[in-house]
């Protein structure tokens, strides 16, 4: 099992515990909203097109509703059953390059909305998959910042994420730069560099 199929279960196994109502770290969102979120990208591309194309917008928000008003063991199922064969995600290596990451940030927008959440015990195999995931994605989201900033795991190794004049550090596990990445609060990273570079690169992310 790929480290994206791994956290799809979890993910799932989380949803039924904590049930539809329960807080995310995606801000005004619902553990309902973020599974239907999650149908919406893999399954429906009729509501999808609904949100990208302004003349199916109608279209789009009666499929969303479609599914918000399915018993939620229903839509956890459709969650956990992965993309159609029809779409692309649902071949093995396409999933774990695109839905590695996606899936586990999602599974911790869920555990880390709980009170008393600590960070998982660090797994190789995840790491690895989440540090390629991170190589791929950091310059978009280090692009507009007004300093250099470098991503480097506690062993040492580094993702140049934007090069500036200035620059910051931000150490951590794979897992936790990743999530830093995606503009996430709860995560846990120290900083290195000039204090106002620092506060000037985390202004910026907040702004997401």
């Not at 097109?49 to 459709?78: F, P, T, Y």
Request: charged letters at 30%; hydrophobic letters at 35%.
């Amino acid at each position: 099992m790929g480290v994206a199929s791994e956290e799809r279960q979890l993910l799932c196994e989380l949803f039924e515990q904590v049930g539809p109502d329960a807080p995310t770290l995606c801000e005004g969102w619902t553990t309902r909203d973020l599974a239907v979120h999650l149908v919406v990208r893999e399954r429906r591309p009729d509501a999808l097109a609904g949100r990208l194309i302004k003349a199916l917008a109608e279209r789009g928000e009666r499929a969303e509703q479609e599914l918000r008003e399915l018993a939620w063991s229903e839509l956890v199922d459709q969650v956990r059953q992965g993309p159609p064969k029809w779409n692309p995600m649902s071949i093995g290596g396409v999933d774990e390059t695109v839905n590695a990451a996606e899936f586990f940030v999602h599974h911790e927008d869920v555990r880390r909305a709980q009170p008393n959440w600590q960070p998982r015990p660090s797994d190789e195999t995840r790491d690895e998959a989440l540090w390629k995931s991170l190589g791929r994605v950091a310059r978009m989201f280090y692009g507009r910042s007004p300093v250099g900033v470098v991503l480097r795991r506690t062993d040492g190794t580094e993702i140049p994420a934007k090069r500036g004049p200035r620059t910051v550090r931000i150490v951590g596990e794979p897992s936790e730069l990743l999530l830093q990445a995606f503009g996430r609060r709860e995560t846990k990273v120290t900083y290195e560099g000039n204090e106002a570079d620092i506060m000037a690169m985390q202004d910026l992310r907040r702004s997401f």
